[in-house]
C-alpha cells in the first residue's frame, strides 16, 4: 500500500464548477500537508501548505485536512480553463529543513470552457 | 531570474550509456532533492541532501549516484543507464522558513 493515496483522474468539468480533489494517506507522522499544481511539461508549483488539521482559504482556493481520517481536500471554486493541470497532493513529518516530501500520483484536471 | 535550474532539458542514452544531470538553485537554500516521475507512480524521491556535505537515499535510489558540489549544485549521475531508467527527472530545492519545494523544470530522459 502506498503511503499516499489519490486518485488519478481524469476529472473533466464545465467552467464554473466546484472541484474537489482529495487524497487519503497511513503515515500518521505526516503533519505538514501541500498542494502542488503542474501545467504539462512543467514542474510542479506549490499552490497551497497546510499544518496539522483545519482549514485555509486562498482565492478560490480551500484546503481542508482531516488528520483523524487521514483525509485532505482541495477545492476550487468557479473554476477557469486556467485551472486545468495535474494537481498533487504531498506530505511531509517536518516542516523546514529536508523536508523529504511524500507525492500522489496526482489528479488530471480539465475545465471545459 | 531566481529559482532551480536543469540540464539538460531532454536527452536520449542508449542502454548502457553514463549521463550527469546538472541542477542549480540560487536562493540559498540548504536542502536539494533529486525526484522522478512516472505515468501512474507520481513523484519519487531518489537522493536527497538535507545541507551540503550531506546525501541520503530516498526511495529508489538504485542506479543512480548524486554529487552535492557546493551549497548551490546538486548533480544526479546514470552510471549504466537502462530503459526503466527512461522517466521525467525533476530537481527541487528547500530552504529554512520556507515550506515546500521549489521544483526546476526538468529533464526528460529516454533510455532505448
Known amino acids: 500500500q502506498k503511503e499516499v493515496e489519490q486518485d488519478p483522474g481524469p476529472l473533466s468539468v464545465p467552467e464554473g464548477a466546484i472541484v474537489s480533489l482529495n487524497c487519503t494517506y497511513s503515515?500518521?507522522?505526516?503533519?505538514?500537508f501541500m498542494w502542488y499544481r503542474q501545467y504539462s511539461r512543467k514542474g510542479p508549483e506549490l499552490l497551497m501548505y497546510t499544518y496539522s488539521s483545519g482549514n485555509k482559504e486562498d482565492g478560490r482556493f480551500t484546503a481542508q485536512v482531516d488528520k483523524s481520517s487521514k483525509y485532505i481536500s482541495l477545492f476550487i471554486r468557479d473554476s477557469q480553463p486556467s485551472d486545468s493541470a495535474t494537481y498533487l497532493c504531498a506530505m511531509s513529518a517536518l516542516g523546514q529543513g529536508a523536508q523529504k516530501l511524500v507525492f500522489g500520483q496526482g489528479t488530471r484536471l480539465t475545465i471545459n470552457p | 531570474n531566481a529559482g532551480v535550474t536543469q540540464t539538460p532539458k531532454f536527452q536520449v542514452l542508449k542502454t548502457g550509456q553514463s549521463m550527469t544531470l546538472q541542477c542549480a538553485q540560487d536562493m540559498n537554500h540548504n536542502s536539494m532533492y533529486w525526484y522522478r516521475q512516472d505515468p501512474g507512480m507520481g513523484l519519487r524521491l531518489i537522493y536527497y541532501?538535507?545541507?551540503?556535505?550531506?546525501?541520503d537515499k530516498g526511495e529508489v535510489p538504485n542506479g543512480y549516484n548524486v554529487s552535492r558540489l557546493n551549497k548551490r549544485e546538486f548533480s544526479l549521475r546514470l552510471e549504466s543507464a537502462a530503459p526503466s531508467q527512461t522517466s521525467v527527472y525533476f530537481c527541487?530545492?528547500?530552504?529554512?522558513?520556507?515550506?515546500?519545494?521549489?521544483f526546476g523544470s526538468g529533464t526528460r530522459l529516454t533510455v532505448v
Open positions: 503515515n500518521s507522522a505526516f503533519q505538514y
Open positions: 541532501s538535507a545541507s551540503e556535505g550531506t546525501t
Open positions: 527541487a530545492s528547500s530552504g529554512t522558513g520556507i515550506y515546500g519545494y521549489t
